[in-house]
């Protein structure tokens, strides 16, 4: 702080001259920089729109999968695009009024299983959930595609919540597909209900056999079970193994989506 009284008493008139000039000029700068921030703010302001950033990484597209939408599906920031019969997150209720949450294993958190050749359990379940989720979307209902770890997973509430994984590239000999839900259930009879639809539909739409003994504690303690809300009936499903199930799962991917789909399908309907 400057000592005002005695340094400006016995200034000389061109040193008073300097400070009144100077003083002016900080006055002007003020003026500047207050016009500035205002102006940043109100830009932030009309920008961000006053939307938190979790809800603008809403959805996937509902395109077919391609190449390059297959690319995109290990970005961890994939492309939000709402298709027009869905709604925020958690919001049940649209065209027949059922709300489905397809998680895409893996998507963007790592690549899960990896064959020799690069093939990538996620690549491979991004393919069968955008083709689950646009025949479920197609039959009316209202769906979600959710990656791994999704924002919008802790207390997700639907009327199904289905998870898609595939097994490992690494077990010659092993073919087979199957489904578990969480081991202390809050609603074991529901949770019941959609793993039997699924086994039943699967099995029957896919022809493959089923391959229970191989279910893991990462299938019953699955993290997403434990996020979603109780009342969620929430199951995982590994639909085969990458090694010798590969042609089905990447060639006849429509056919594993439609398993899944029909199994839904049979779950929901029956609940009515
Ligand atoms: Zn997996």
Redesign the pocket.
């Known amino acids: 702080m400057r000592t005002r009284g005695k340094a400006t008493g016995k200034a000389s008139p061109l040193r008073r001259q300097v400070l009144v000039t100077a003083s002016r000029l900080m006055l002007v700068l003020a003026g500047v920089l207050l016009l500035t921030s205002a102006l940043i703010g109100a830009y932030l302001l009309t920008a961000g729109g006053g939307k938190p950033p979790a809800q603008t990484g809403s959805l996937f597209s509902l395109s077919p999968p391609s190449s390059a939408s297959l690319q995109s599906s290990a970005d961890p920031s994939p492309t939000a695009v709402s298709p027009p019969t869905t709604m925020g997150p958690g919001t049940p209720n649209t065209s027949n009024g059922l709300h489905i949450g397809i998680v895409a294993?893996?998507a963007g958190y790592d690549p899960?299983?990896v064959c020799p050749d690069g093939l990538t359990?996620a690549e491979v379940n991004m393919a069968i959930a955008r083709q689950v989720v646009a025949q479920l979307v197609h039959s009316g209902y209202q769906v979600d595609l959710l990656e791994e770890f999704d924002d919008r997973l802790p207390a997700y509430r639907a009327n199904a919540l289905v998870s898609i994984?595939?097994d490992s590239c690494e077990v010659p000999g092993a073919s087979g597909f199957k489904v578990a839900r969480i081991t202390d259930s809050a609603i074991p009879e529901d949770e019941d209900r959609l793993v039997d639809c699924l086994y039943t539909e699967y099995e029957a739409t896919t022809g493959l056999p089923r391959h229970p003994n191989s279910i893991t504690d990462n299938m019953t303690n699955y993290h997403a079970f434990r996020e979603i809300d109780f009342y969620t009936p929430g199951v995982i499903i590994e639909t085969g193994f990458l090694l010798e199930d590969r042609d089905l799962l990447v060639h006849r991917s429509a056919l594993v989506a439609q398993g899944i789909t029909t199994g839904v399908i049979c779950f929901l309907e029956d609940d009515r």
Do not use: D, S, V, Y
Request: glycine share 28%.
């Open positions: 294993g893996h899960g299983a359990e994984h595939a």
